[in-house]
């Protein structure tokens, strides 16, 4: 490590970044959703990438379509609800035909995103999510080129114009990428609930902007979990599997669950995104009574040793669910979650209504 490394930004400075990212979603001009998926990308790279300093943070445009791949994954499907069963066949989302079944990501023509991640699905009818970050993209190569080339010459030219001014306040240019500036990478790490709830709500609400939308949107009001969080039959597969791994045991209590619900280890309301190594079987109560909170550090080791022992079935059930799994991603998540924890005195759920501080402690066993 450097012995000169640029140090975290001031109170001030992140007040002040923290208005700028107001400023985008107020004056930000938002046709399309890619603006949004763009945002959430750069948070999600800067806690697996990023440090706790104020380091710039580099990245190319093939990681950043990668985690546009992911995140447009499920939305290329038709919306019809998440209480109704998924229809297994894919509409071409840009045939423009009266079948349409997929919500518009942008205003007139499809997103080409979405319209060729569509295209990708129907001529792969097999492929799931699980191989998407394998042996640099395998099959998906050629999907993640032709996405990397719409980030570079739409959202990430675009993102950081304020009421038609450029303002470069969140990276700049480089040659096949772009580079988060100093303090960036920190204040995405800092306010990474914030972000993503911001760049959520954007989202929802750009959808529901869209008049193509509106026939399929009707009175039903789960499009936020349809585009973002694991379909509920995915969910049931996962808890079906963690049961066979896990032998029916509860993961915090370690009693027999008859009833099980999947939690997510690192809570979803920190870091909304579904990777196969932070699900764990619980009981509904336990897992209701954890809550949002993160676990106490005698679940956190446990933890830490339930993803080295089964990472070959936590993979093998992301392969099956269509999930990604990567234990290295799951990793860096837990490890910033708990830094921010320790750093904001954070209290951690260790049985019902018992609660304990988060330590520095809790990153040695990470
Ligand atoms: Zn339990």
């Not at 229809?87 to 423009?96: E, I, M, N, R, T």
């Not at 837990?334 to 830094?339: M, S, T």
Request: glycine residues 8%.
């Amino acid at each position: 490590m450097s012995a000169h490394r640029a140090a975290p930004p001031s109170p001030e400075a992140q007040l002040q970044w923290l208005n700028k990212l107001q400023r985008l979603f107020s004056e930000g001009d938002f046709t399309a959703t890619y603006k949004f998926a763009l945002l959430i990308a750069l948070a999600d790279l800067a806690v697996e990438k990023g440090t706790d300093d104020g380091e710039p943070l580099a990245l190319t445009f093939r990681e950043i379509a990668t985690n546009f791949v992911e995140l447009y994954w499920q939305q290329t499907v038709p919306y019809v609800g998440l209480n109704r069963p998924h229809p297994q066949v894919l509409v071409a989302a840009d045939s423009g035909a009266e079948h349409t079944l997929a919500l518009h990501q942008s205003n007139g023509r499809q997103a080409a995103v979405v319209s060729a991640i569509a295209a990708f699905r129907r001529l792969n009818p097999g492929l799931s999510l699980a191989t998407l970050r394998v042996d640099d993209g395998g099959p998906f190569r050629p999907l993640i080129g032709e996405v990397a080339r719409t980030v570079a010459a739409q959202p990430a030219r675009y993102l950081q114009n304020l009421a038609g001014q450029a303002d470069r306040f969140l990276y700049e240019p480089v040659v096949g990428g772009l580079c988060l500036l100093p303090g960036v990478a920190y204040c995405l790490r800092r306010f990474q609930p914030l972000v993503q709830q911001l760049a959520r709500n954007g989202w929802v609400r750009q959808i529901k902007a869209i008049s193509q939308n509106a026939r399929l949107l009707g009175e039903t009001d789960d499009l936020e979990a349809f585009l973002f969080d694991t379909p509920r039959q995915a969910l049931d597969q996962i808890g079906a599997e963690l049961r066979k791994l896990c032998k029916s045991q509860c993961f915090y209590c370690g009693g027999r669950v008859h009833e099980a619900d999947v939690d997510h280890f690192v809570p979803f309301s920190l870091y909304p995104r579904d990777l196969m190594h932070n699900f764990v079987l619980a009981h509904p109560a336990c897992n209701r009574s954890k809550s949002d909170t993160l676990a106490a550090l005698p679940h956190l080791e446990r933890w830490r040793e339930y993803i080295d022992r089964h990472d070959d079935d936590l993979r093998e059930i992301g392969d099956t669910v269509g999930r990604p799994a990567d234990a290295t991603s799951s990793l860096a998540v837990a490890r910033w979650g708990y830094g921010n924890g320790a750093s904001g005195g954070a209290r951690a759920w260790l049985r019902s209504m018992e609660y304990v501080p988060v330590t520095p402690a809790y990153l040695t066993v990470l």
